[in-house]
């Protein structure tokens, strides 16, 4: 079987720790590459081989989970999505994911985005609470209906958009692009009735309109989610509610379930595998 054939590739890494620099710096690494590696095989084969202490964040190795965005030869994306030899075939640079504060090295600091992300309340809100605690049955939506924000639930919260984001960098109390998107998912969703909840938080100062319209977040989405979108249509809807021309939102009815249907049974949440 014929060998691959190996690249010398030099990968120049944005290193970090808190505890002994004072500032980032860069750190010089030469690895052999071949066909088919990705960013983060890579990133692995160096911790392995060459410097044990190189910190960064990975999971699924699918593109799936998000765990690994780095900034990779100045575009924030998923390590575990690009092959190394698509990009280069001699100089790589690596780093975190800007508009965040850094842990270590490659590992930035999502809390803040998960708190927006926590407080713009991405789930179904309603005020038939008695249904919602002991539904009857289902909320009834239509395939068109669904359509409506069905690509904006594919964010898998990696928080490249945000790292990609100009009014991010200017602005550490804008929501940001992932927040806002998922407000206009959920707003837009016909099971939803909390969208005046949520508009305390993005028609506010430093909100939505915040959003110059870049479009970096879209271009930057390893998911195709496509955020700048999302965001314009959450201040087209903003501004028609200003203007007492939106339409009135009317939510789900409940649809009853069959005389003869058998609910499944309740699956239990399994216990804690990890201290805290």
Do not use: W
């Amino acid at each position: 079987m014929e060998q691959m054939k190996k690249v010398p590739i030099t990968f120049y890494i944005r290193r970090f720790d808190p505890v002994t620099d004072e500032e980032p710096r860069i750190q010089k690494y030469v690895l052999q590459v071949e066909k088919g590696m990705t960013v983060l095989d890579c990133i692995h084969v160096i911790k392995e081989e060459q410097d044990p202490s190189l910190a960064f964040r990975f999971s699924c190795r699918m593109g799936v989970c998000g765990s690994c965005a780095m900034l990779i030869n100045g575009k924030p994306t998923l390590a575990c999505n690009t092959q190394t030899l698509d990009l280069t075939d001699s100089v790589l640079t690596v780093g975190a994911l800007p508009n965040f504060n850094i842990i270590r090295d490659l590992v930035p600091d999502l809390v803040p985005m998960f708190g927006v992300h926590q407080r713009v309340q991405p789930y179904i809100i309603r005020k038939d609470t008695q249904e919602m605690e002991k539904p009857s049955g289902e909320y009834f939506q239509s395939p068109h209906q669904l359509e409506e924000f069905l690509q904006f639930t594919y964010c898998i919260k990696c928080g490249v958009c945000m790292a990609a984001c100009p009014t991010m960098a200017t602005d550490r109390q804008y929501p940001g692009p992932m927040a806002l998107t998922q407000a206009y998912r959920y707003n837009t969703d016909s099971r939803d009735d909390g969208g005046g909840e949520r508009k305390d938080l993005v028609a506010k100062s430093h909100g939505v309109f915040g959003c110059h319209y870049a479009g970096e977040c879209s271009n930057a989405c390893p998911k195709g989610v496509d955020p700048a979108r999302a965001i314009q249509l959450l201040k087209r809807d903003l501004v028609r509610d200003y203007l007492h021309l939106g339409k009135d939102h009317a939510c789900a009815k409940t649809h009853p379930l069959p005389p003869n249907a058998e609910r499944k049974p309740k699956i239990e949440a399994p216990p804690f595998t990890a201290g805290t």
